[in-house]
């Protein structure tokens, strides 16, 4: 038993090439993957399956320091098209629309079905801004989710193995507070985590990160030490969110963080601005700045290699 | 006495000039930079207070209780504006961004 989370050593790689950053994390074995689209290949020799995450693309935003971000989301999706080895899937993290609008959503479909992938969601709160608080994001997307969208959103589906877990942190969010799970999502959580291996991998997916980034600025979750109490016992997790529009990297013994560019606006790195609005960047550098990420996972070392690209 | 018999006479002077109670003068409270400026107003009962979103980001104005009042989301330039009847400590939040809090206190002078 080689992945026994016991005996299990992670490892964290980190290098810089061609404007993306790889983050290679393995049970066992080191695997260095650096980047310039064999990041994969690199790694154990078997063929790895890719998923693609893309976030905050705030379809209606149109201020500085973008003024079209469904011209940039569409530019995300070419991006996908274009890639090599064809993902399996998508996982937007929230925030599709800005305000919530049918139009913005109705666009952001259009869009992301260019791609010709199967497309699971979690809102983000720039999507819960209709009358019904969140409810037409949920009657929009769980009528086709390619997994059941259960309460407000939460999701879990299995694909070559890994087990992946989507989680709404953005409703009913109280004065004061951060993000917000709410104690019927753990309880699912807790019934849908009961009875796997500690051995298969985990893949976490919200908007929010489940991690205090930045408190002041309301970046992180209140009640998250309660599922990744759940979560503890699992030798390879990955959480993966947006919200924060930058990349950010954390590892927490066997639990790795990592938070995800938007395909709309960046935002400045925690306290570093008087207030978390949208960062300015000139024209030019924008591209810089927005970013999609692809995630490949290599069945028999039990290896998964992060991918931030942006779009320049 | 001297003094101060001038100053009588103009207070009734005005006192019975003054026509009946109006509603107290309306109040803003300005968004931007993800805050609430003042974050603490103090108000007479029957005052309209009037939110401003003068961020490049869409805020709300939510009271604690989720009830009481509650704005659609104001995008840029959006305002939201309420009437406080009631002698009362009005706590409220942005939904979107709860971080971001603030105070009407209703009394009167």
């Known amino acids: 038993m080689t992945d026994h989370p016991d005996r299990r050593r992670v490892l964290e790689c980190m290098g810089w090439a061609g404007g993306g950053l790889v983050w290679g994390l393995t049970g066992g074995v080191a695997a260095s993957a650096l980047l310039g689209g064999t990041a994969s290949a690199k790694v154990a020799g078997a063929t790895p399956f890719t998923f693609v995450q893309v976030s905050d693309s705030h379809i209606g935003f149109t201020k500085d320091p973008n003024p079209d971000a469904r011209a940039t989301f569409r530019e995300a999706v070419a991006h996908i098209k274009a890639m090599p080895q064809k993902p399996a899937f998508i996982l937007h993290t929230g925030d599709v629309s800005h305000l919530s609008k049918d139009q913005e959503f109705d666009d952001a479909d259009q869009i992301l079905k260019e791609a010709g992938l199967p497309v699971f969601h979690v809102p983000g709160e720039h999507d819960m801004l209709d009358e019904g608080q969140g409810k037409a994001f949920l009657d929009r997307y769980a009528k086709d989710s390619p997994a059941k969208m259960m309460g407000d959103g939460w999701m879990s589906f299995d694909h070559s193995g890994v087990h992946f877990v989507g989680l709404v942190n953005v409703k009913e969010l109280k004065a004061g507070g951060m993000g917000h799970l709410g104690e019927a999502q753990l309880a699912w959580l807790k019934d849908d985590l009961a009875h796997r291996a500690a051995s298969q991998p985990i893949v976490v997916f919200t908007h929010i990160p489940l991690w205090t980034v930045y408190q002041d600025w309301g970046w992180g979750t209140d009640d998250s030490a309660e599922a990744l109490k759940l979560l503890a016992r699992f030798g390879s997790v990955t959480v993966l969110n947006g919200h924060i529009h930058q990349v950010l990297q954390k590892t927490e013994g066997h639990v790795a963080f990592h938070t995800a560019r938007s395909t709309a606006f960046p935002q400045p790195a925690p306290g570093a601005a008087p207030a978390p609005g949208p960062m300015k960047v000139p024209a030019g550098q924008l591209h810089d700045v927005l970013g999609v990420r692809t995630v490949s996972l290599v069945k028999s070392a039990q290896p998964l290699v992060v991918v931030d690209q942006t779009l320049a | ?109």
């Open chain 2, 1 to 109: 006495m001297r003094f101060l018999l001038p100053a009588l006479c103009a207070t009734a002077a005005l006192a019975l000039a003054a026509p009946a109670p109006a509603a107290p003068a309306p109040v803003s409270v300005k968004i931007g930079n993800f805050t609430f400026n003042a974050p603490v107003v103090t108000v007479a009962p029957g005052t309209t207070v009037t939110w401003t979103n003068e961020d490049d980001i869409p805020h709300t104005v939510v009271a604690d209780d989720k009830k009481t009042f509650r704005s659609k989301v104001l995008d840029s330039g959006e305002t939201f504006s309420f009437t406080f009847t009631t002698a009362g400590t009005y706590g409220y939040f942005c939904s979107i961004h709860p971080h971001m809090t603030g105070k009407v206190i209703v009394k009167a002078s």
